[in-house]
């Protein structure tokens, strides 16, 4: 593996440089952070993408494309296809993927969205876990679906788990036949175990649920957790899921586009893909191509490794400064992802103040956290920890001596 020192210590500058993490600050009303008062500047903690320069793998496969200078009509290439086979096989353990099951996507949400047109009829119910991820509920509002939530349940030792009896009752009361799992777990940052998969799977195929498995954050891993891909969990589970991936999250390429399915099940694949191509719009760009396959190599991975090494000392070091320094603040430490989702209910209640006066608080001293009543957690703020430790000290310094006081 390649032992070289990547940087995740720089503070970029990304003014001006089509970042809405910095330059959606204050212009985007009811969505990003409000500017700062004067003479703070911003710590993006917001929007779910990391301030580290990206891996230089993907910097050369892009310029090494660039150096031809025709960007005419293509396929896929033979790479691309071996990349995720490999990447899949390597990071997860997961093999006997053929090529007819992988499908390009624009974007995760954009697959749930064909997904659900394909399992789903307008007015139907679909389940999902709560808190939940706000591309889910606003993409099924949006396309005229009911989303029934499931809470999760933090357990004696603070980490998240699925209820299934409540889930089963809402299955078999609603009528339900299509779910989105979230997988690991977004906001929560929970990495699903092997026994909790087997067990909810179960449910699916006693009420004959149809999947859709969110897996965009599978790679961003942390103290040592594995992902458990959902088609690997048992053969029924492989042929009732259609599971979505991206390099996006893993390596910050949000900007390019480019994400894939994986659907062993051939009927529901064949009926995703005629979905997915009915705009003419569905279709792959060929930077984005090369720049998946510049992430998926040998270096590639070995950035990944030390990313999830420096978040995991974000994720340990902001956890430890929360309990010890912010008294009524609750934090559950995540498994995976880069997002903490702090539980301000005790705080607000002790001090008499609400949610939004905590948030701005923040936002004052530009600590530029984000709502988390979005998330269906009515006291909760989401906090990105992608950024070098330095920042992430920084912020909690301004939180301690300006907001939790």
């Not at 503070?11 to 969505?31: L, N, S, W």
């Not at 009752?169 to 906001?187: G, V």
């Not at 042929?239 to 399915?261: C, D, E, V």
């Amino acid at each position: 593996m390649n032992q070289t020192k990547f940087d995740f210590t720089t503070i970029m500058d990304r003014h001006g440089k089509d970042a809405i993490a910095i330059d959606g600050i204050g212009r985007m009303p009811g969505m990003a952070p409000e500017a700062p008062d004067e003479g703070f500047d911003v710590i993006p903690m917001w929007v779910a993408d990391m301030n580290f320069p990206t891996a230089p793998s993907i910097i050369k496969a892009v310029e090494k494309r660039l150096e031809h200078h025709a960007f005419g009509y293509f396929s896929p290439s033979d790479d691309y296809y071996d990349s995720i086979f490999r990447w899949m096989q390597i990071r997860h353990g997961f093999t006997g993927i053929a090529r007819e099951d992988i499908g390009y996507e624009n974007g995760v949400l954009g697959g749930v969205a064909s997904a659900l047109r394909v399992m789903c009829s307008p007015g139907d119910k679909v389940l999902l876990h709560s808190p939940a991820y706000i591309g889910f509920t606003g993409l099924l509002s949006n396309n005229g679906y009911q989303a029934v939530f499931s809470e999760l349940i933090r357990d004696e030792d603070g980490i998240w788990r699925m209820d299934l009896r409540d889930m089963e009752e809402k299955l078999q009361r609603e009528q339900i036949h299509t779910a989105i799992f979230c997988s690991p777990h977004n906001p929560c940052g929970r990495v699903w175990e092997r026994e909790e998969l087997e067990a909810v799977f179960a449910l699916y195929q006693k009420y004959d649920v149809q999947v859709i498995s969110d897996e965009i954050w599978s790679d961003i891993l942390l103290f040592g957790n594995q992902h458990i891909p959902s088609l690997t969990v048992s053969e029924d589970a492989a042929m009732r899921t259609a599971a979505f991936y991206a390099p996006s999250k893993t390596f910050n390429l949000a900007g390019m586009i480019g994400s894939y399915h994986i659907i062993k099940n051939k009927t529901l694949r064949e009926r995703i893909l005629k979905e997915a191509s009915l705009t003419h719009y569905n279709a792959m760009n060929v930077l984005s191509m090369h720049a998946l396959i510049g992430a998926y190599q040998e270096e590639g991975q070995a950035w990944v490794d030390q990313l999830c090494q420096v978040l995991s000392d974000n994720v340990s070091w902001a956890v430890g400064y929360i309990r010890s320094h912010f008294r009524g603040v609750s934090v559950a430490e995540p498994q995976g992802t880069y997002m903490l989702f702090l539980d301000c209910e005790e705080w607000c209640r002790e001090h008499g103040c609400s949610l939004t006066d905590l948030e701005k608080a923040g936002w004052r001293v530009g600590v530029a956290w984000q709502d988390g009543a979005m998330f269906h957690g009515p006291w909760s703020i989401r906090m990105n920890l992608a950024l070098p430790l330095s920042r992430v000290k920084e912020a909690m310094r301004r939180l301690d001596e300006y907001v939790f006081v």
